[in-house]
DNA sequence: ATTAATTTGTTGGATCACCAAACTAATTAC
DNA sequence: GTAATTAGTTTGGTGATCCAACAAATTAAT
């Protein structure tokens, strides 16, 4: 297990074969269709080399082949795709009280899930059951063995040594994730972990239907608090200490509410799922309890102006955030994920009417916002997408 | 003019070399003075293959090759350094009240250096007589014609097109610089042009004395406003529309003081240079007028109390912001650059009391704060860091 | 002084990957 | 049926790195 990246500090003829496979085959994962002449063009590669690059991929089983009809002028193409059988990997999504399992193939489908309740009070019996649930549902849909598994947790993961630093909800410090399932399962060729919101970042860049949206923006992922996931030039920034993304904790408000982490004014104290939920109890004349933040959408989306009212409220601190994220890092995207999605119609206005006033000091900026364009849980597509991506990219240069 | 970077999408043995060439000259520039030996341990090349990247280092005359004594057993190493000579660069910047303009060697030695009034009003007079003015240097000092220069201004600077897009201190807007310097001087074979605090970033990457103090750190150029230049992996983050960076106007008081932005609460209205005069003229009892920053700095250092009580009120808002940045990006470092460095012993303890009260949320943080290395201006070193970058590495690659 | 040991840097042949151009293959248009 | 066009393969050449042997320079021991 444990197979880490291969790090690039400089250029040999098998480095640079291995480079050339890799972008290759992300062109033919970012345009599939595709054929040979086509990838030649756009990365500029001799037609022969890439020829010869994509047979060793059909080899690898990795790639698919398929005469293609285009009634053009000429002979027809042979439509390269990324080949979806026989390359599937393990996502292990870990919430505060409940786990999402899935197998998932390699171009971002979901063949199977399945939810457990989490113990995350004792995670050296918690994380291999885990795997066992997976190999069991392995086995209901005759699959080999997975290689590859990647887990996502709210928290500060530090992704190279396979460790949670501290995670809150989970109430872990310093777990070694990596050790446990080497020694429950050891077929496992590669485990990855990371925080949640970085690996939701990761899904949107490489499996999002955003085609690509952009090779810098940024992953917000708003529940019960706000964590972001930073990608800069495809990269997902890690940060120094494994923490960078910690937006819900970025002053807004100096001298502000109280927040959980001990300051005052945090910009999740004011946006984040539990905001709205208050502002609802405060607005509504009959609130029913204090319902939770699934329950409130569906009550926006049925009508209920208390509802509706307490999402603006909470959209407008998005945007305000959403402001000083882009006068900051100016990014190119930002990517909404969580359950506010479900009301985007809703929160979508208000965001950008903040934005525009906000944001943009009187100068043209590009930034677009956009609702997550994932189609399951993005933190659990994350799971996957980390394991998936260390199929399509194993290196990571350096210089 | 205007040689554009090499954009890399594919490796072919031409490219590869040329990176292994950037690798080995990089190593030398930061390991200086070192042997080729020792060269080929950290980059993993083999020792012929860098002794025959190394002769042409030397056949180019950017590499310097001396026999050392090292007493040790066995031969003694060639020891390889950066030649200086005959590779100078113009470095010019342009300030709202004066331009500085110097020749500066590739290894960041300020040759020559004057100052003439910034006549921002008429750029196409004001660029070329720059030029002028760089060329009589030249003269005085015996050089062959400057093949590269570097540009820095306050604002937003599409660097890709040598253009300032906007420039409130400058009053410039889509201003093409690249074309005026073009038809001024044609045998300038490459001018870059670039914001002031992220030129002052890679000066500090490439230039500084913190000896490569990470490969991501945010430089915080505390001014007239507050800029920063976002290092990540050695690169620096232009941002969507090239306004990354803009920390001044980041939202730290929600409804609090009004900005020139014409937003509320933007963290330069509490910690920029204006800020710290405001502070003195409102606790001192005989002001005497409004002294400029420099005035107060060097009254705080001659004892005055007033004047030591407003840096340290706005240290402790540069604290806070310093602690947003370290909770959202993480960086390895932050280093400070601007007048408040002559004052660092005063402002240093307060800015690390806040930050560390508010940054670290208790959990283990390893960013760094520092005063800038530079022994000189930082945009003016910047604006030679631009086109030194350029001599070191001369492609880009984007995978 | 001579020899052994050690380290630096060079040389020459082998290998590997890419490229260019010619070639085969398949398809449409006339 | 032939020309034109496009896709993909084959073959030989080039160029860069690697490997191993070697030469050069220095210290330590005999």
């Given at each position: 297990?444990?197979?880490?990246y291969n790090?690039?500090?400089?250029?040999?003829?098998?480095?640079?074969?291995?480079?050339?496979?890799?972008?290759?085959?992300n062109?033919?994962?970012e345009?599939?269709p595709?054929?040979?002449t086509?990838i030649?063009?756009?990365?500029?590669?001799?037609?022969?080399?890439?020829?010869?690059?994509?047979t060793?991929?059909?080899?690898?089983e990795?790639?698919?082949?398929?005469?293609s009809?285009?009634n053009?002028?000429?002979r027809?193409?042979?439509?390269l795709?990324?080949?979806?059988?026989r390359?599937?990997?393990?996502?292990?999504?870990v919430?505060s009280?409940?786990t999402t399992?899935?197998?998932?193939?390699?171009?971002g489908?979901v063949?199977?899930?399945?939810?457990?309740?989490?113990?995350?009070?004792?995670?050296?019996a918690?994380?291999p059951?885990?795997?066992?649930?997976l190999?069991?549902?392995?086995?209901?849909?005759?699959?080999r063995p997975l290689?590859?598994?990647?887990?996502?947790?709210?928290?500060?993961?530090?992704?190279?040594h396979s460790?949670?630093?501290?995670s809150?909800?989970?109430?872990w410090?310093?777990?070694d994730?990596?050790?446990?399932?080497?020694?429950?399962?050891?077929?496992?060729?590669?485990l990855?972990?990371?925080?949640?919101?970085?690996a939701s970042?990761?899904?949107?860049l490489?499996?999002?239907?955003?085609r690509?949206p952009?090779?810098?923006?940024?992953?917000?992922?708003?529940?019960r608090?706000?964590?972001?996931g930073?990608?800069?030039?495809?990269?997902?920034l890690?940060?120094?200490?494994?923490?960078?993304?910690?937006?819900?904790?970025?002053?807004l408000?100096?001298?502000g509410?109280?927040?959980?982490?001990?300051?005052?004014?945090?910009?999740?104290?004011?946006?984040?799922?539990?905001?709205?939920?208050?502002?609802?109890?405060?607005?509504?004349?009959?609130p029913?309890?204090?319902?939770?933040?699934?329950?409130?959408?569906?009550?926006?989306?049925?009508?209920d102006q208390?509802?509706?009212?307490?999402f603006?409220?909470?959209?407008?601190?998005i945007?305000?955030?959403i402001?000083?994220?882009?006068?900051?890092?100016?990014?190119?995207?930002?990517?909404?994920?969580?359950?506010v999605?479900?009301?985007?119609n809703?929160?979508y206005?208000v965001?950008?009417?903040?934005?525009?006033r906000?944001?943009?000091l009187?100068k043209q900026?590009?930034?677009v916002?956009?609702?997550?364009?994932l189609?399951?849980s993005?933190?659990?597509?994350?799971?996957?997408?980390?394991?998936?991506?260390?199929?399509?990219?194993d290196?990571?240069?350096?210089?």
């Amino acid at each position: 297990m444990k197979k880490r990246y291969n790090q690039i500090t400089s250029i040999n003829p098998k480095v640079g074969r291995n480079i050339n496979r890799s972008i290759i085959l992300n062109a033919i994962r970012e345009k599939q269709p595709i054929s040979r002449t086509k990838i030649s063009k756009i990365t500029g590669l001799n037609k022969s080399t890439v020829s010869n690059i994509v047979t060793s991929l059909l080899d690898e089983e990795l790639v698919h082949e398929e005469v293609s009809r285009n009634n053009e002028i000429g002979r027809n193409p042979l439509d390269l795709s990324i080949k979806r059988e026989r390359n599937y990997v393990g996502a292990i999504y870990v919430d505060s009280l409940l786990t999402t399992l899935a197998i998932v193939d390699i171009d971002g489908t979901v063949l199977d899930k399945r939810s457990i309740k989490t113990e995350s009070a004792n995670p050296g019996a918690f994380i291999p059951s885990c795997l066992d649930s997976l190999k069991q549902m392995l086995r209901e849909n005759q699959s080999r063995p997975l290689k590859n598994i990647g887990v996502t947790v709210a928290g500060i993961v530090d992704s190279g040594h396979s460790r949670v630093v501290y995670s809150s909800n989970l109430g872990w410090q310093d777990l070694d994730i990596g050790t446990i399932v080497q020694e429950h399962s050891p077929e496992v060729e590669l485990l990855t972990i990371e925080n949640d919101a970085k690996a939701s970042a990761l899904a949107e860049l490489i499996l999002g239907k955003h085609r690509v949206p952009s090779s810098s923006f940024i992953f917000l992922s708003i529940g019960r608090g706000i964590g972001a996931g930073i990608v800069v030039d495809n990269h997902i920034l890690s940060g120094s200490s494994h923490a960078a993304g910690e937006y819900g904790h970025m002053t807004l408000v100096e001298g502000g509410e109280p927040c959980s982490c001990g300051n005052r004014g945090c910009w999740e104290v004011y946006a984040c799922d539990r905001a709205t939920v208050r502002y609802y109890t405060a607005l509504a004349t009959h609130p029913n309890g204090s319902p939770g933040i699934e329950e409130l959408a569906d009550r926006a989306l049925g009508g209920d102006q208390s509802a509706v009212a307490a999402f603006r409220k909470s959209a407008e601190y998005i945007g305000l955030g959403i402001a000083s994220i882009i006068r900051t890092i100016d990014p190119q995207n930002i990517v909404i994920g969580g359950s506010v999605v479900k009301v985007w119609n809703i929160i979508y206005p208000v965001i950008m009417e903040t934005v525009e006033r906000r944001g943009f000091l009187g100068k043209q900026r590009n930034t677009v916002v956009l609702a997550t364009s994932l189609t399951d849980s993005p933190p659990l597509l994350g799971a996957a997408a980390l394991s998936i991506r260390r199929i399509f990219t194993d290196y990571r240069i350096t210089l």
